[in-house]
C-alpha cells in the first residue's frame, strides 16, 4: 500500500456497492481505490500532495454505468431540433420548431428533429408529410420519433431519396401511404433510402460529438457507458473517430464500443481483419459486443410481437431478419469470438435471438461469454427460462417505462402484458444481472428517471405498471453500477469501490439510499464526477 494517497474523500457517505458497510471516506492512488473507512482510518493516507475534497454529507458511490446507449449520436442529436414532449408537446409547436430552424438554414441542407411520440402530441398521430413541407419548403426535412425506429420525411427529402407511393418498401421496413399517397412515415429499414442522403459527419465532428456527449454524462455521474451500434452513422469512421478522441485526450468517459454487425451495414469483418474483437483496447476504450437489430420499438408499433397491436389485426410488428440468416450471423460472430448484444424488444424477436444464441452455444460451448438481449422489454417466462439456462442475459433500460409506458399502454389491447415489461425484479429474482441505460438520444441520459422507475415502476405521468417489478434503492444502484460492469465483462475493474477497483466516483446531493423516489427525482444532484482518481466534473465550477 502506498503511503501516501494522491486523492481524498472524506466527511461524507460513501457506498462502496450492495452489501459492503458504508464508509466515510475514501482514498485512491493510481488511479483506483486504496481503502476506505471512517475519517480518522483514512487520515494517516493524507500528505502534503494529497488532493481532499470534503464531502460535506454528500453521497459518494462507483460511478453510474449506463449500459446501452449511443454517444456519437448523442453528441450528434445536440444539433438536432429538440421534438421532445417537453420541448414540443403539442403539434403547432413541433412544426413551429422546424420552421424557426429552417429561417436560420441555408435553403437546401438538411433539418434533422427527433423526439416526437405521436401518443403524447395534442393530435395523436404521426406528423405529416404536407405540414412539414408547410413550415419547410425549401429543405430536405426528417423528422424522427424518440425510438429511433420511425422517422417522418418532407416531400424534398422524400425526392431525394427517390421515395415514390409506388416504391417498394425494402425488407425489414415499412413506407406509409393513404389513399395511394405518401405520407411520409418511414420505419425501420425504410428510413435508410431518406437517412442514406443525410451528409456523413466528418472525423471532426464525430470526435466533437463524442466529446460533446461524454462531458454531459459526467455531469450526471456517469463515468461508463456502451455505445451501443458503433459504424451506423458513418461506418468505419467511428472506430477512427474513438481511437482519435482517446489519442488527443477528448473521450471523457469509459466506453465499451458495440459494432454494427447488420447485414448490409455491418463493420464486424473490417474490425476483426484489424484484431478488434470483444476485449481489445484499454479502460478507457475497449472492443465490446457486436449488434444485430431483430425488431423495432413497441411504441412505434414495430416491436414484433406475438399477438398484433391495438385496432391493427395484420400488424405484429417488424421482423427484420429470418431464422436462418440471423443464425448464421450468430454463428459467424460468436465462433469470431465476439460478445453478441442484439436487439429485441417483441417477445417474437426474443424468441428468434435466443434461438439462435442456443445454436451458437452449442455449436462452440463458452459458459461466460454472457451474450446478451437488447432491451428484452417483453420476454415470456419461458424464455427467460431458456435464457438463464444457456447464460444469456437481459440488457434493459428501465427508464423505457417512465417515458413511455403511457405509450405502450396506447398500442396494446392487453394491459397486464404492458405492465409486466421490462420486469426487473423478476429478473432479479431469477439471478440474472441486468443493468440499466438510457439509450439515448432514445431518452435522456439524466439517470434519475431510471432510478426513480426501478423504485416506482411508475410512469412519468404516475401510471403504475406492476409494482411486483419494482426494486429498493440498494439494487437499484447496484443495477446501475455493478451490474452494468458485468455485461460490459468489466466487473473485476469496476462497479464497486473496493480497494483495487477504479477510482470511479460520483457525488450526489443527498444520499440515494435513503431518499424518497421523489426526492431523488424532483430534488438530486450530481456535485462532483472523479475517473480513475481526478475530477473530471465539479458543478460548482459552472
Not at 481503502?35 to 494517516?44: H, L, M, N, R
Not at 458503433?230 to 468517459?253: D, F, K, N, S, T
Not at 410481437?305 to 400488424?315: F, I, L, R, S, V
Not at 417474437?348 to 435466443?354: F, P, R, T
Request: with cysteine.
Amino acid at each position: 500500500m502506498a503511503a501516501v494517497a494522491e486523492l481524498v474523500l472524506r466527511g461524507g457517505t460513501v457506498w462502496r456497492g450492495k452489501g459492503a458497510p458504508p464508509a466515510t471516506a475514501l482514498a485512491s492512488f493510481a488511479g483506483r481505490v486504496l481503502a476506505t473507512g471512517t475519517d480518522a482510518e483514512i487520515a494517516p493516507l493524507i500528505g502534503p500532495s494529497t488532493r481532499v475534497v470534503e464531502l460535506d454529507g454528500r453521497f459518494a458511490m462507483p460511478g453510474l454505468n449506463d449500459d446501452h446507449l449511443h454517444l456519437i449520436s448523442t453528441g450528434l442529436a445536440l444539433a438536432d431540433v429538440d421534438a421532445s414532449p417537453q420541448a414540443a408537446p403539442t403539434l403547432d409547436a413541433l412544426l413551429e420548431a422546424i420552421r424557426a430552424r429552417a429561417a436560420v438554414t441555408p435553403k437546401g441542407a438538411w433539418i434533422l428533429a427527433r423526439g416526437y411520440e405521436q401518443q403524447k402530441l395534442d393530435v395523436g398521430r404521426h406528423p405529416h408529410r404536407t405540414e412539414l413541407d408547410a413550415v419547410a419548403p425549401d429543405h430536405p426535412v426528417m423528422l424522427t420519433r424518440a425510438c429511433g425506429h420511425v422517422s417522418v420525411a418532407n416531400s424534398r427529402a422524400l425526392a431525394l431519396g427517390g421515395v415514390t407511393a409506388g416504391t417498394q418498401a425494402p425488407a425489414g421496413g415499412l413506407i406509409g401511404t393513404a389513399n395511394g399517397t405518401l405520407t411520409g412515415l418511414l420505419a425501420e429499414n425504410a428510413q435508410n433510402l431518406v437517412g442514406d442522403h443525410v451528409p456523413v459527419p466528418s472525423e471532426e465532428t464525430l470526435v466533437a460529438a463524442i466529446e460533446a456527449a461524454g462531458r454531459q454524462l459526467l455531469s450526471q455521474g456517469i463515468t461508463s457507458c456502451m455505445d451501443a451500434a458503433v459504424g451506423m452513422v458513418a461506418g468505419m469512421a467511428e472506430i477512427r473517430a474513438y481511437q482519435r478522441a482517446l489519442r488527443e485526450g477528448r473521450l471523457p468517459v469509459r466506453v465499451s464500443l458495440t459494432l454494427l454487425g447488420d447485414p448490409g451495414s455491418s463493420i464486424v469483418a473490417d474490425c476483426h481483419a484489424a484484431g478488434l474483437v470483444t476485449g481489445t483496447g484499454c479502460d478507457r476504450l475497449r472492443v465490446g459486443a457486436v449488434k444485430i437489430f431483430l425488431d423495432g420499438s413497441l411504441g412505434g408499433r414495430t416491436a414484433w410481437m406475438e399477438t398484433p397491436y391495438k385496432d391493427e389485426p395484420e400488424n405484429f410488428g417488424v421482423r427484420m431478419l429470418e431464422d436462418a440468416q440471423l443464425e448464421a450471423l450468430v454463428r459467424d460472430y460468436h465462433a469470431m469470438g465476439y460478445q453478441m448484444a442484439c436487439h429485441a424488444i417483441g417477445t417474437g424477436a426474443i424468441g428468434q435471438l435466443v434461438t439462435a444464441y442456443e445454436a451458437a452455444l452449442a455449436a462452440h460451448p463458452d459458459p461466460d461469454r454472457r451474450h446478451r438481449v437488447e432491451h428484452c422489454g417483453f420476454p415470456s417466462r419461458g424464455q427467460l427460462a431458456r435464457m438463464r439456462a444457456a447464460g444469456i442475459e437481459p440488457s434493459p433500460q428501465q427508464v423505457f417505462i417512465h417515458d413511455f409506458g403511457d405509450s405502450y399502454l396506447a398500442v396494446r389491447d392487453d394491459r397486464a402484458e404492458v405492465e409486466a415489461g421490462y420486469p426487473l425484479g423478476t429478473w432479479l429474482g431469477m439471478g440474472f444481472r441486468p443493468g440499466t441505460g438510457s439509450d439515448s438520444p432514445v431518452c435522456r441520459t439524466d439517470p434519475l428517471p431510471n432510478l426513480h422507475q426501478m423504485l416506482t415502476r411508475r410512469t412519468c405521468a404516475g401510471t403504475l405498471m406492476d409494482a411486483r417489478e419494482a426494486v429498493d434503492a440498494e439494487t437499484a444502484l447496484q443495477v446501475f453500477t455493478e451490474n452494468g460492469a458485468f455485461l460490459s465483462r468489466d466487473e473485476a475493474a469496476k462497479g464497486r469501490l473496493d480497494p483495487g477497483m477504479l477510482a470511479d466516483i460520483a457525488i450526489f446531493s443527498r444520499d440515494l439510499t435513503r431518499a424518497t423516489p421523489e426526492e431523488i427525482l424532483t430534488d438530486t444532484v450530481c456535485e462532483l464526477t472523479i475517473l480513475g482518481g481526478q475530477v473530471a466534473y465539479d458543478r460548482s465550477a459552472g
